[in-house]
Protein backbone atom coordinates (compact mmCIF):
# COMPACT_ATOMS: atom_id res chain seq x y z
CA UNK A 1 0.00 0.00 0.00
CA UNK A 2 1.96 3.06 -1.10
CA UNK A 3 2.07 6.35 0.74
CA UNK A 4 3.17 9.95 0.89
CA UNK A 5 6.08 10.15 3.60
CA UNK A 6 6.67 13.24 5.28
CA UNK A 7 9.59 14.41 7.86
CA UNK A 8 9.99 15.66 10.08
CA UNK A 9 6.30 14.62 11.74
CA UNK A 10 6.73 17.13 14.35
CA UNK A 11 9.13 20.20 14.57
CA UNK A 12 9.74 22.94 17.34
CA UNK A 13 11.93 25.34 16.83
CA UNK A 14 12.32 29.40 17.82
CA UNK A 15 11.34 32.37 15.70
CA UNK A 16 14.19 32.97 13.11
CA UNK A 17 15.20 29.74 12.51
CA UNK A 18 15.57 28.30 9.02
CA UNK A 19 12.94 25.19 8.83
CA UNK A 20 13.25 22.39 6.27
CA UNK A 21 10.17 20.13 5.36
CA UNK A 22 10.51 17.13 3.16
CA UNK A 23 8.37 14.86 0.99
CA UNK A 24 8.34 11.70 -0.68
CA UNK A 25 5.13 11.21 -2.81
CA UNK A 26 3.92 8.00 -4.35
CA UNK A 27 5.96 6.08 -6.88
CA UNK A 28 4.99 7.09 -10.63
CA UNK A 29 2.78 9.99 -9.47
CA UNK A 30 3.73 13.36 -11.19
CA UNK A 31 2.03 16.15 -8.99
CA UNK A 32 3.13 17.30 -5.81
CA UNK A 33 0.96 19.91 -3.30
CA UNK A 34 2.13 21.46 -0.52
CA UNK A 35 -0.97 22.42 1.85
CA UNK A 36 -0.98 24.34 4.92
CA UNK A 37 -3.86 23.25 7.92
CA UNK A 38 -4.70 25.74 10.71
CA UNK A 39 -8.30 25.53 12.67
CA UNK A 40 -8.89 29.25 11.22
CA UNK A 41 -8.15 28.71 7.66
CA UNK A 42 -8.23 25.26 7.18
CA UNK A 43 -6.31 23.44 3.87
CA UNK A 44 -4.71 25.96 2.30
CA UNK A 45 -3.01 25.61 -0.90
CA UNK A 46 0.98 26.79 -0.64
CA UNK A 47 2.27 25.39 -4.10
CA UNK A 48 2.54 22.31 -6.21
CA UNK A 49 4.45 21.13 -8.65
CA UNK A 50 3.97 19.20 -12.00
CA UNK A 51 6.66 16.55 -13.19
CA UNK A 52 8.92 18.68 -11.06
CA UNK A 53 8.12 21.80 -13.12
CA UNK A 54 6.19 24.54 -10.29
CA UNK A 55 3.27 25.34 -11.75
CA UNK A 56 1.38 27.61 -8.84
CA UNK A 57 3.09 29.19 -5.73
CA UNK A 58 0.84 32.35 -5.29
CA UNK A 59 -0.51 30.55 -1.86
CA UNK A 60 2.74 30.82 -0.24
CA UNK A 61 4.39 33.81 1.44
CA UNK A 62 7.48 34.71 -0.83
CA UNK A 63 9.79 36.65 1.11
CA UNK A 64 9.74 33.64 3.57
CA UNK A 65 8.48 30.28 1.57
CA UNK A 66 10.66 28.12 -0.81
CA UNK A 67 9.22 25.34 -2.37
CA UNK A 68 11.51 23.19 -4.80
CA UNK A 69 11.71 19.51 -6.55
CA UNK A 70 15.24 18.67 -6.40
CA UNK A 71 14.04 15.07 -7.84
CA UNK A 72 11.00 13.07 -8.60
CA UNK A 73 11.39 11.30 -5.36
CA UNK A 74 12.13 14.47 -3.08
CA UNK A 75 9.96 17.87 -2.43
CA UNK A 76 10.81 20.29 -0.02
CA UNK A 77 9.24 23.10 1.60
CA UNK A 78 11.21 25.46 3.25
CA UNK A 79 10.75 28.48 5.94
CA UNK A 80 13.19 31.06 6.45
CA UNK A 81 13.22 33.01 9.00
CA UNK A 82 10.08 31.40 10.55
CA UNK A 83 7.63 33.30 12.47
CA UNK A 84 5.16 32.20 15.24
CA UNK A 85 2.10 32.45 12.68
CA UNK A 86 4.19 29.93 10.61
CA UNK A 87 3.11 27.33 13.11
CA UNK A 88 0.25 24.94 11.47
CA UNK A 89 -0.02 21.01 10.22
CA UNK A 90 2.19 20.98 6.62
CA UNK A 91 0.86 18.41 4.71
CA UNK A 92 2.34 17.05 0.94
CA UNK A 93 -0.05 15.22 -1.44
CA UNK A 94 0.59 13.76 -4.46
CA UNK A 95 -1.30 12.69 -7.29
CA UNK A 96 -1.07 11.09 -11.01
CA UNK A 97 -2.47 13.72 -13.04
CA UNK A 98 -3.11 12.98 -17.37
CA UNK A 99 -5.09 15.58 -19.06
CA UNK A 100 -7.92 16.04 -15.79
CA UNK A 101 -8.35 16.55 -12.31
CA UNK A 102 -7.24 13.41 -10.33
CA UNK A 103 -7.36 11.97 -6.46
CA UNK A 104 -4.63 13.60 -4.39
CA UNK A 105 -3.31 11.09 -1.44
CA UNK A 106 -2.29 13.17 1.61
CA UNK A 107 1.16 12.53 4.28
CA UNK A 108 1.08 12.29 7.77
CA UNK A 109 1.96 15.56 8.01
CA UNK A 110 4.58 18.06 9.68
CA UNK A 111 3.01 19.86 13.32
CA UNK A 112 5.39 22.99 13.28
CA UNK A 113 5.39 25.08 16.27
CA UNK A 114 7.66 28.23 15.98
CA UNK A 115 7.80 29.38 19.50
CA UNK B 1 -10.78 31.34 -8.62
CA UNK B 2 -12.94 28.14 -7.53
CA UNK B 3 -14.61 29.27 -4.13
CA UNK B 4 -16.02 26.32 -2.16
CA UNK B 5 -19.12 26.76 0.78
CA UNK B 6 -19.61 23.79 2.81
CA UNK B 7 -22.31 23.37 5.77
CA UNK B 8 -23.01 22.78 8.70
CA UNK B 9 -19.52 23.30 9.93
CA UNK B 10 -20.64 21.14 12.83
CA UNK B 11 -23.08 18.28 12.92
CA UNK B 12 -23.97 15.97 15.81
CA UNK B 13 -25.75 12.72 15.22
CA UNK B 14 -27.39 9.52 17.25
CA UNK B 15 -25.44 6.44 16.27
CA UNK B 16 -27.72 4.75 13.31
CA UNK B 17 -29.23 8.23 11.94
CA UNK B 18 -28.09 9.77 8.82
CA UNK B 19 -25.86 12.67 7.91
CA UNK B 20 -25.79 15.11 5.15
CA UNK B 21 -23.02 17.50 4.61
CA UNK B 22 -24.03 19.86 1.55
CA UNK B 23 -21.32 22.12 -0.35
CA UNK B 24 -21.56 24.53 -2.95
CA UNK B 25 -18.67 25.51 -5.64
CA UNK B 26 -18.37 28.89 -7.95
CA UNK B 27 -16.31 27.68 -10.81
CA UNK B 28 -19.12 26.06 -13.32
CA UNK B 29 -15.98 24.22 -15.69
CA UNK B 30 -15.05 22.27 -12.13
CA UNK B 31 -15.83 18.89 -12.80
CA UNK B 32 -13.90 17.00 -10.18
CA UNK B 33 -15.61 16.67 -6.63
CA UNK B 34 -14.26 14.30 -3.97
CA UNK B 35 -14.79 14.42 -0.33
CA UNK B 36 -11.87 13.41 2.56
CA UNK B 37 -12.18 12.35 6.15
CA UNK B 38 -9.66 13.29 8.64
CA UNK B 39 -9.74 12.01 12.20
CA UNK B 40 -7.97 13.64 14.80
CA UNK B 41 -3.84 14.29 14.23
CA UNK B 42 -4.16 12.04 11.47
CA UNK B 43 -4.02 12.86 7.60
CA UNK B 44 -7.20 13.91 4.94
CA UNK B 45 -7.98 10.32 3.66
CA UNK B 46 -10.54 10.16 0.31
CA UNK B 47 -13.69 8.53 0.79
CA UNK B 48 -15.25 8.98 -2.10
CA UNK B 49 -15.60 11.27 -5.26
CA UNK B 50 -17.78 12.02 -8.38
CA UNK B 51 -17.34 13.53 -11.40
CA UNK B 52 -19.26 15.90 -13.38
CA UNK B 53 -20.58 13.23 -15.99
CA UNK B 54 -22.70 11.38 -13.36
CA UNK B 55 -25.21 12.59 -10.23
CA UNK B 56 -25.02 9.90 -7.59
CA UNK B 57 -22.08 7.58 -6.83
CA UNK B 58 -22.31 5.49 -3.62
CA UNK B 59 -20.00 3.05 -1.68
CA UNK B 60 -21.64 0.98 1.02
CA UNK B 61 -22.52 3.59 3.65
CA UNK B 62 -21.98 6.81 1.85
CA UNK B 63 -22.78 8.25 -1.30
CA UNK B 64 -22.38 11.78 -2.62
CA UNK B 65 -24.73 13.81 -5.45
CA UNK B 66 -23.84 16.29 -7.77
CA UNK B 67 -26.32 18.73 -9.26
CA UNK B 68 -24.54 20.68 -11.74
CA UNK B 69 -26.67 22.89 -12.70
CA UNK B 70 -27.26 24.21 -9.13
CA UNK B 71 -23.23 24.15 -8.36
CA UNK B 72 -23.80 22.31 -5.72
CA UNK B 73 -22.88 18.50 -4.07
CA UNK B 74 -23.43 16.68 -1.06
CA UNK B 75 -22.18 13.34 1.09
CA UNK B 76 -24.58 10.99 2.27
CA UNK B 77 -24.13 8.87 5.79
CA UNK B 78 -26.72 6.07 6.71
CA UNK B 79 -26.36 4.41 9.62
CA UNK B 80 -23.77 6.42 11.16
CA UNK B 81 -21.57 4.66 13.57
CA UNK B 82 -19.24 6.42 16.18
CA UNK B 83 -15.75 6.03 14.45
CA UNK B 84 -17.64 7.95 11.62
CA UNK B 85 -17.11 10.87 13.95
CA UNK B 86 -14.10 12.91 12.04
CA UNK B 87 -13.84 16.25 10.09
CA UNK B 88 -14.95 15.96 6.64
CA UNK B 89 -14.11 17.95 3.63
CA UNK B 90 -15.36 18.49 0.36
CA UNK B 91 -13.25 19.67 -2.90
CA UNK B 92 -13.94 20.75 -5.86
CA UNK B 93 -11.21 19.95 -8.86
CA UNK B 94 -9.89 22.72 -11.02
CA UNK B 95 -10.91 22.31 -14.87
CA UNK B 96 -9.64 22.56 -18.04
CA UNK B 97 -8.95 26.36 -19.05
CA UNK B 98 -9.32 28.08 -22.28
CA UNK B 99 -6.25 26.74 -23.73
CA UNK B 100 -6.63 23.33 -22.56
CA UNK B 101 -4.60 22.52 -19.93
CA UNK B 102 -5.67 21.28 -16.44
CA UNK B 103 -4.06 22.64 -13.25
CA UNK B 104 -5.05 20.24 -11.27
CA UNK B 105 -5.73 21.71 -8.38
CA UNK B 106 -8.35 20.98 -5.55
CA UNK B 107 -10.43 23.85 -4.12
CA UNK B 108 -11.20 22.95 0.06
CA UNK B 109 -14.62 23.60 2.03
CA UNK B 110 -13.55 24.79 5.17
CA UNK B 111 -14.53 21.12 6.83
CA UNK B 112 -17.39 19.85 8.76
CA UNK B 113 -17.12 17.91 12.38
CA UNK B 114 -19.17 15.10 12.68
CA UNK B 115 -19.99 13.43 15.96
CA UNK B 116 -21.75 10.46 16.19
CA UNK B 117 -23.32 10.15 19.99
CA UNK B 118 -23.63 6.03 20.96
Known amino acids: DARVTQTPRHKVTEMGQEVTMRCQPI?????VFWYRQTMMQGLELLAYFRNRAPLDDSGMPKDRFSAEMPDATLATLKIQPSEPRDSAVYFC?????????????FGPGTRLTVL | GENVEQHPSTLSVQEGDSAVIKCTYS??????FPWYKQELGKRPQLIID?????GEKKDQRIAVTLNKTAKHFSLHITETQPEDSAVYFCAAGDSENAGGTSYGKLTFGQGTILTVHP
Open chain 1, 93 to 105: ASGFWQVRTDTQY
Open chain 2, 50 to 54: IRSNV
Open chain 2, 27 to 32: DSASNY
Open chain 1, 27 to 31: LGHNT
